[in-house]
């Protein structure tokens, strides 16, 4: 809360009445002939045209999946295919007036939307734009599998059958498909028409398109983002979260000028009654009114209203005022758009959960055939011009199949061939130091903010010339190298954008944000709401469309509350999209300590066993602000890992002191802390710093000298260095906070094992915490492993100490005890 | 009354504050509310306002002082209101550091301290399993160690490394030809090769294959060690302790000079020519070398003496400790007030104390109260060596073999026969050139013995 704002009692206890206005369904009520005026008779067909190809080429998965056939042709497609037959009218309404720089993101139920999107672009872009994207993308991969076959001479047909391949590709896995096969029928997409990914998590995209529109908005660029979900997400708190966020008052309020006016944002819900096949009205849900939701978000409604997705000029209607609004005010708008489908949620659907007399009721609705006899009965068209129609599509879909399941033209990965082809996509290991090459919007010139006068005082070792510790106020802290990082990328990336709970104004939970306020405009520095789905999600959008983000949990523990936008978006999208998409996201998480069970843990292991996402944790100035140096001029997702405990600790090993100039930490390398011989010690976080009080008390009682290694990442990992010195120690103890089942060191100490098994003089020996509750801070010394847990281990596990009295139980009847409780 | 105001803890982990600006100057006057000073901790900027009204009579601290929570900062009250009492920098006590050492938890231990493991040869049977680290049977496999017979330290028995690095300290590694038949027999062998690995031909030795024949015997009969166990007998342990405690407790070392025994040759030839009708008993050499130093040590009292931490006992009287070898072991009986004995005297006595000693007679106060023993090894033929010293005596004299030398008479090389004499002294007690003194007499009076008779 800024000080600029004034929470007035007077004001706030007065009593009134909150008004609303009332909210529109299914207004429009014009015919054809009434909207000839708009639309010219090519238009008319062109929006038959668009909305019967996409009937056809649902027809024609529904047709493979449940006969393995269509019109001739014999394929089996096991993969999945979430038909939405019945709904074409409103995914072609939506997308007609919308160019490519509008991008639209959806879900699990997309086709529709892929194909309308495109053919919208398509008929957009001039005949040169669509050569260069065709002849570009992948190199013309996916052109060249149509080139021998298509009639080049009208590059907008040959464009449509381009989008359709590329799309059907993709759905049957196919190396020529828009995405290599790596996101297949339910995240088909292609940026280069502003078809962005859609998600097979239900509401996935809400958090994700608001990123997008945030990204559209800090750097004013042009566009709408439409965030295509459905009824069934209504139910998510993530598509709640999204919202909250995107309806942020700050944005008006507080934002500068040229920034300050609503998200570029349509929440377009194709309400279709069904999520799967639970009824979302008058079963699972409450609301009557999908769009009634909008009234419980901001005063002006989200501008919701109810619109008949069967009419496909209703939804251009409501698209075409919906922009309007968007471009005059701002959004983010609501859209409930009714529609239906026709087709199960998948072919395997038995439709179990609705009568035939329903489904039958909604196909004497078909757009279809009711938008022919509407164009009929005014005497626009004849019957036969929509034959021809669809005669063209039938060859156009039957003829693309055919290329789509032909083993030559479009072949499969082949991973004998070249075994690399999906780990090569996993990290796109790229350094680009900015996003954009434009002047960053700073409001002072760098260093001249208070924290960074305050850290030009600072010693930047922890020692002084006399070997003496330098006090906390005095040197130069962990939480200042991560301020210093971030702020330089600041003034180097003009899209660099920052932003979770408190990070203004306050600085930050633990104050690494502390005088950013001051220097960065408030469009790239924003406190959001308690939204880590959101934080986390919008920044995987921003970073999708072309941004670099930084968003922080305060804790680590709120991971969970962000779960599927780290494991299923963060993580997800480089790969899926085969490398077309970029994630320079740094997320930043603070693990706590003193805070008991739900704000001290550890959770690193999450993250690291998830493919796709980098994983570090420095503990040192120096290491941390090298690596979030590395981080932020990554184009990969990294978790950036810190603790609580040691934000005010100097730089105590590298003793030049921290760098004031800009340095990079390789992501993946560990750190020898102190060298040994006679046993490793491997640590994950803050327990380097037990290890280093154990290393110190095994030289000087028991005369063997240990050689401690940070890990700093966890992912990636470079096992060499550890490897080396277990071939010289023939011992390793591994140690961190988390608790040791399932803990990432559990998966070093077997990949260890795996790798210096004739070196070793005993089995890795893992000192985790406790699998219990993180209990209160006073009993925390029986929680987390501590120097003489080091002992102990050793003492039981590898080398017996003479004349040592362990205090933690290490031997195996304990150890088999503890698993069969499961503690 | 004078009110101070304190440094506030911003949270639990902070330790201290810097102050950042004074918004008032000593001596302003101050209302409630007021604004103080700002101070900073790591994460933030506060202000202090005033709480109560007056002049703010001293400031305790200036800007960009790192000051501890809770410490007295700056003092409000009236005029003319001592501060003293609330200045922290005048009652300045050195804060302890925070211990925060682990508290050694109490109670029961998980398990017991491991003992030393004595590190002996064991020896496992054929085809038991052993448990033995992949690191430590790399090292026994390259070392040439038998993990048969390495004793298992590590945790159950298992072993480790520092187990079969003990065997290899112990030279108890072969090569790898010799290992096969080395392997698994737990011999007590010495190597020959290279880093005294044991080889084929050690194996070979007659000792090897006894030590092999026994082994096997032992192994097949399971009837306990391959060793008899000898109790060591009272004298070896009065031995031992005595000779260790000279070596640990003195600053011995020894001096070496000879001198020629023509005269004494010649000296004896004529008691032996005339040793019946003078009724002479049989002269040894070491007789005369004992007469000798009874005659010659008290001008160097030093040497015969008893010597203690805070004084030294000067014998007016010599008491010889005469050292004889026993089938017991080595006895020391003495021949009190030698000085005053015939050459003649010494002879029969220290043979009649000889033959007590070798015959288990001799009487417990013979042998004490020694103030120089003469030891002699010349018998078997040693050419020189270091005695030791029988404490508290400050000097032992060592007797060799007679060798023949040569020296220069006129222009001529000369034999003669000549006999090395190896003094060890206790620096502690004399110096060098005290004890060379003593010995250089000694060998001039055996170089002219008769001359000595004759005082």
């Given at each position: 809360m800024p000080k600029s704002q004034f929470v007035d009692p007077d004001i706030l206890r007065k009593p009134s009445k909150i008004t609303f206005t009332d909210i529109d369904v299914n207004a429009y009520n014009k015919t054809v002939q009434e909207e000839s005026a708009i639309y010219t008779k090519a238009d008319f067909m062109r929006i038959y045209h668009d909305m019967a190809l996409i009937r056809e080429f649902e027809t024609m998965l529904y047709s493979i999946k449940t006969t393995n056939s269509y019109n001739g042709l014999e394929y089996n497609n096991p993969g999945p295919a979430h038909l939405s037959i019945g709904q074409e009218a409103s995914a072609v309404g939506q997308t007609y007036l919308l160019d490519t720089d509008d991008y639209i993101f959806g879900s699990h139920r997309s086709h529709g939307e892929i194909l309308a999107k495109g053919l919208s672009a398509i008929e957009k872009l001039s005949e040169n734009e669509l050569v260069e994207i065709m002849e570009s993308f992948f190199d013309g991969a996916v052109l060249k599998a149509i080139e021998p076959t298509a009639d080049k001479s009208d590059i907008k047909k040959l464009a449509r059958e381009f989008l359709v391949y590329g799309a059907l590709a993709e759905i049957f896995a196919r190396e020529t498909g828009f995405n290599k096969g790596l996101g297949g029928s339910m995240h088909a997409f292609f940026t280069p028409f502003g078809i962005y990914p859609n998600n097979a998590i239900v509401g996935g995209s809400a958090t994700i398109a608001?990123?997008?529109?945030?990204?559209?908005?800090?750097?004013?660029?042009?566009?709408?983002?439409?965030?295509?979900?459905?009824?069934?997400?209504?139910?998510?708190?993530?598509?709640?979260?999204?919202?909250?966020?995107?309806?942020?008052?700050?944005?008006?309020?507080?934002?500068?000028?040229?920034?300050n006016k609503g998200l570029p944002l349509i929440f377009n819900f194709f309400n279709n009654n069904y999520g799967m096949g639970g009824q979302t009205r008058g079963e699972t849900m409450g609301y009557d009114f999908l769009a009634r939701a909008g009234a419980g978000i901001t005063p002006n409604q989200m501008y919701a209203e109810r619109v008949d997705g069967y009419n496909p000029l209703a939804v251009i209607d409501a698209m075409r005022r919906k922009k309007e609004i968007i471009n005059k005010e701002g959004g983010p708008v609501l859209l409930d758009v009714l529609t239906y489908r026709i087709s199960g949620h998948s072919p395997s659907d038995a439709s179990t959960y609705r009568s035939k007399e329903e489904i039958e009721a909604w196909e004497k609705h078909d757009v279809l055939q009711g938008f022919e006899r509407q164009m009929v009965e005014a005497k626009l068209a004849t019957p036969e011009e929509f034959a021809a129609i669809r005669e063209e599509i039938k060859a156009l879909i039957t003829k693309v199949c055919g290329l789509a399941i032909d083993e030559k033209i479009s072949p499969r990965m082949d991973l004998y061939k070249n075994p690399l082809a999906i780990e090569s996509l996993m990290f796109s290991n790229q350094k680009i130091e900015k996003m954009e090459d434009r002047e960053p919007e700073m409001l002072l010139p760098r260093g001249e903010d208070p924290r960074s006068k305050q850290i030009a005082k600072k010693i930047r070792y922890a020692y002084d010339a006399d070997g003496k510790p330098v006090s906390k106020n005095r040197v130069f802290q962990l939480r200042d190298a991560i301020f210093e990082a971030i702020r330089d990328k600041y003034y180097t990336d003009p899209t660099l954008i920052s932003y979770g709970e408190d990070v203004r104004d306050w600085g930050g939970a633990f104050a690494v944000y502390r005088g950013l306020t001051e220097a960065v405009p408030y469009h790239r520095l924003f406190n959001s709401p308690i939204s880590e789905a959101a934080i986390v999600g919008s920044g995987v959008g921003y970073a999708m469309s072309g941004g670099r983000a930084i968003v922080e949990l305060m804790y680590c523990d709120f991971i969970g509350r962000a779960g599927d936008e780290i494991f299923n978006q963060l993580a997800k999208w480089q790969a899926m999209s085969a490398g077309v998409i970029k994630m320079p996201v740094v997320l930043r998480v603070s693990i706590g300590s003193k805070y008991g069970a739900q704000h001290s843990q550890d959770w690193t292991a999450l993250m690291a066993h998830i493919p796709g996402l980098k994983v570090v944790f420095p503990v040192t100035p120096y290491d941390a602000k090298g690596l979030m140096n590395s981080a932020l001029a990554g184009t990969d997702p990294v978790v950036f890992c810190e603790s609580?405990?040691?934000?005010?600790?100097?730089?105590?090993?590298?003793?030049?002191?921290?760098?004031?100039?800009?340095?990079?930490?390789?992501?993946?390398?560990?750190?020898?802390?102190?060298?040994?011989?006679?046993?490793?010690?491997?640590?994950?976080?803050?327990?380097?710093?037990?290890?280093?009080?154990?290393?110190?008390?095994?030289?000087?009682?028991?005369?063997?000298?240990?050689?401690?290694?940070?890990?700093?990442?966890?992912?990636?990992?470079?096992?060499?260095?550890?490897?080396e010195s277990v071939k010289k120690t023939g011992r390793i103890v591994l140690a961190s906070d988390a608790c040791a089942r399932g803990s990432a060191l559990k998966e070093m100490a077997q990949t260890i094992s795996e790798l210096a098994f004739d070196y070793l003089d005993a089995?890795?020996?893992?000192?985790?915490?406790?699998?219990?509750?993180?209990?209160?801070?006073?009993?925390?010394?029986?929680?987390?492993?501590?120097?003489?847990?080091?002992?102990?281990?050793?003492?039981?596990?590898?080398?017996?100490?003479?004349?040592?009295?362990?205090?933690?139980?290490?031997?195996?009847?304990?150890?088999?005890?503890?698993n069969k409780l499961g503690v | 009354m004078a009110t101070p105001v304190i440094m506030p803890r911003q949270g639990q982990s902070v330790e201290s504050c810097i102050i950042g600006k004074w918004h008032k100057k000593k001596g302003d006057p101050v209302s409630p509310g007021d604004l103080l000073f700002t101070y900073e901790t790591d994460k933030s900027t506060f202000d202090e306002e005033a709480k109560v009204g007056g002049i703010l009579l001293d400031i305790f601290f200036e800007e960009g002082d790192d000051v501890p929570c809770l410490t007295n900062v700056c003092v409000i009250g009236d005029a003319g209101e001592s501060t003293d009492e609330?200045?922290?920098?005048?009652?300045?006590?050195?804060?302890?550091?925070?211990?925060?050492?682990?508290?050694?938890?109490?109670?029961?231990?998980?398990?017991?301290?491991?003992?030393?493991?004595?590190?002996?040869?064991?020896?496992?049977?054929?085809?038991?399993?052993?448990?033995?680290?992949?690191?430590?049977?790399?090292?026994?496999?390259?070392?040439?160690?038998?993990?048969?017979?390495?004793?298992?330290?590590?945790?159950?028995?298992?072993?480790?490394?520092?187990?079969?690095?003990?065997?290899?300290?112990?030279?108890?590694?072969a090569t790898a030809a010799a290992f096969k038949d080395y392997q698994g027999k737990a011999l007590d062998v010495t190597g020959s090769g290279i880093g005294g690995r044991i080889t084929m031909s050690d194996l070979a030795a007659p000792g090897a294959l006894e030590s092999m024949a026994s082994v096997a015997t032992t192994k097949a009969a399971e009837t306990g060690p391959d060793y008899e166990e000898v109790a060591n007998p009272t004298i070896r342990k009065t031995i031992a302790k005595a000779m260790h405690a000279s070596l640990s407790n003195m600053a011995q070392l020894t001096l070496n000079s000879s001198f020629d025994m023509t005269e004494i040759n010649e000296f004896r030839a004529k008691i032996k020519a005339s040793k019946e009708t003078l009724d002479l008993p049989n002269i040894t050499i070491n007789d005369i070398i004992l007469y000798a130093v009874s005659r010659t040590i008290l001008d160097h009292p030093y040497c015969n003496a008893h010597y203690y931490d805070d004084k030294t006992l000067l014998f007016k009287n010599v008491h010889l400790g005469v050292a004889v070898d026993t089938p017991r072991g080595l006895m020391v009986p003495t021949l009190f007030n030698a000085n005053r004995m015939s050459l003649s005297e010494i002879s029969t006595t220290s043979k009649s104390?000889?033959?007590?000693?070798?015959?288990?007679?001799?009487?417990?106060?013979?042998?004490?109260?020694?103030?120089?023993t003469v030891t002699n090894l010349g018998t078997l033929g040693i050419e020189s060596f270091t005695p030791v010293i029988n404490p508290p005596q400050t000097c032992i004299l060592g007797v060799n073999t007679i060798e023949t030398k040569v020296k220069m008479a006129g222009s001529e090389l000369k034999p003669y026969p000549a006999m090395t004499l190896s003094l060890t002294f206790d620096h502690r007690a004399l110096d060098g050139a005290p004890a060379a003194r003593f010995l250089k007499a000694l060998v001039v009076n055996l170089e002219n013995f008769s001359a000595l008779l004759a005082r």
């Open positions: 608001l990123g997008s529109a945030l990204y559209k908005r800090a750097n004013k660029k042009p566009g709408i983002v439409i965030c295509n979900i459905g009824d069934g997400s209504m139910g998510c708190g993530p598509v709640w979260e999204a919202m909250m966020m995107s309806v942020m008052d700050q944005i008006k309020q507080l934002w500068g000028e040229g920034y609580q405990r040691i934000y005010d600790i100097g730089e105590q090993f590298h003793k030049e002191g921290v760098p004031e100039d800009y340095y990079e930490i390789e992501i993946g390398e560990p750190d020898i802390k102190r060298e040994g011989k006679d046993i490793t010690f491997l640590t994950i976080g803050t327990s380097l710093y037990e290890a280093l009080k154990a290393a110190n008390e095994l030289e000087t009682k028991y005369n063997m000298s240990a050689e401690v290694i940070d890990a700093r990442s966890i992912t990636p990992f470079n096992y060499e260095k550890v490897i089995p890795p020996v893992v000192i985790g915490a406790r699998n219990w509750i993180t209990p209160c801070f006073e009993l925390e010394e029986h929680f987390f492993p501590h120097a003489t847990w080091f002992l102990d281990a050793i003492h039981q596990k590898i080398q017996p100490l003479p004349g040592y009295f362990p205090v933690q139980n290490f031997t195996e009847l304990e150890q088999i005890r503890r | 609330f200045n922290p920098n005048k009652k300045e006590e050195e804060k302890t550091p925070e211990t925060t050492q682990a508290k050694q938890a109490e109670g029961e231990s998980p398990t017991a301290p491991v003992k030393e493991e004595q590190a002996a040869i064991i020896s496992r049977k054929e085809g038991e399993r052993i448990f033995i680290s992949p690191r430590a049977r790399h090292l026994a496999e390259k070392a040439g160690v038998d993990i048969l017979s390495t004793p298992g330290t590590g945790p159950n028995g298992r072993i480790i490394e520092r187990d079969v690095a003990g065997m290899i300290e112990k030279g108890k590694v104390l000889g033959e007590a000693c070798r015959n288990g007679t001799i009487l417990p106060d013979s042998l004490k109260g020694g103030t120089f």
